[in-house]
């Protein structure tokens, strides 16, 4: 530890402090991201596909990457970490991540036929355990007994601050229903902790690199959507049929926050990134009342209190590496 | 400490069980207490006076303790530490926890101007935080960071699950309200470390005697109750006016659980005694869902979670005394 001197110890600052930075934006592209949702449909049901826009999302994703990218390139010239070609044994696991979420946006539709939409908002938050299972099998990183203590009061907050006078209805959810909801709670969690595994196996590989090839099997895969889903509203109306600036806003917010989700893997990793959605998810409420006139909840108190708590724990206790 | 050798230790092994023997006691007698209220409710309502019960539950309290008592006299002889009589140094102090219940008494009628019925339970977990504050200052035992937390969490959860449709209302509570829900838990908070300083002040003194005074003054304060409260309904119908099966157990019960209370101030403390009535009140719903058909909320499970995380957490952490 003598021997490594102040060169590393300004890394750890400028490395924390970056952690900081990209959780600080991912956390408020994420509540912009819900206002965009409930004004989107405060303005009127979605009249375009929605798998053209995630399409635009990739697409968008990958030009941002590939743009920094070329700003690197006159800056420091083209090196082996930040060189776009890559060899089959790096590319080969980047499909993953994109079917995972694939997979899990198919079963989306099925799962509405055992729950209704605010009980699935609730199950969503089935993600937060399971981002931490997985987190800690597939990364090998353990959580201490605090920090799991924490995560757990993280999903019992989160889910109590979106209770209202329906919530229990999702306590007649079928067998079915909760086996579906599982499922997509692993393969979400999967697809996070997997992709948190491909950028930080090449630690000193460009981010933007990885990204690129990330959002290139993003966007094979939702082309895949496209024409399974909506061949036929494309082209009978075309692409951009129902676009407004609402849907123009959402696409640049989401393609953000894809690229803040994925700068949170890098600099830090998926646990940061849950706590992150969740504070984004108690903001979103909170701006929600100055914006459309919400009124906030007793259970959302004690929720965020919850949550609150956690994040102080989870803070306090280190994590054991 | 390596001079004290195995005595001291087999102590401490027995302490700790005696320890968790009151607190099981009280848990348990807490729960049936509430369950006895519910099966009165249900049967009609009160016909009896509330306080010609209260005196009954203090004189029962101060017999059990006299009896105690003489079992122990014939047992090991009167000593100094067992002997009924008492100095008014060591006396003065006993009226004070019973003076402060019954402020707090009387304060429960004006409450309900501003608050209904359910959102007054709900107010009532402030007085797990008013206990804690009140403990730190008072008993001068500093709780730990995570202790701290895990007291914010045991409200929180307590009042989550006690949550209901229309637990929203007391969110417009009058500032009067909030200022009386206050003051009711200082007070509250203050009657019960308060008896714990008294207990704890002399702990060789047998606590049956340590009982048997804070009883008669009990029995004191509640025959003033019964003068100005029910004065003309007792000499009217009578002293024991309405009187059913029910009523006796609840005596009997609030007497047992009473004698519990103070077991818990002399061998616990007043953060047991509140993480204690708190599990009883989840007993207590998951009870009644067998004996009186009661539904479960979601919110009930989510606070039911958090106090269990709160427990771990307190458990885990080591109190710095």
Redesign the interface.
Known sequence: MAAIGVMPEMNGLKQKSRRSAVTLILTVLTSSQSILIVWSKRAGKYEYSVTTANFLVEALKCALSLAALVRIWRKDGVTDDNRLSTTWDEVKVYPIPAALYLVKNLLQYYIFAYVDAPGYQ?LKNLNIISTGVLYQIILKRKLT??QW?AF??LC??C??AQ?N?S??H??QTPLQGWVMAIVMALLSGFAGVYTEAIIKKRPSRNINVQNFWLYVFGMIFNAFAIMTQDFDAVMNDGFFHGYTLITVLMILNHALSGIAVSMVMKYADNIVKVYSTSVAMLLTAVVSVFLFGF?L???FF??S??VS?AI??HS?SKARR
Chains 1, 2 share one sequence.
Do not use: F
Request: aromatic residues 4%; negative net charge.
């Open positions: 609730i007994e605090i203590a757990i009061l019992a907050g889910t109590t209770l006078p919530s229990d999702v306590l009124h909840s007793l259970a004690l929720g209190t919850v708590v102080y724990l306090t």
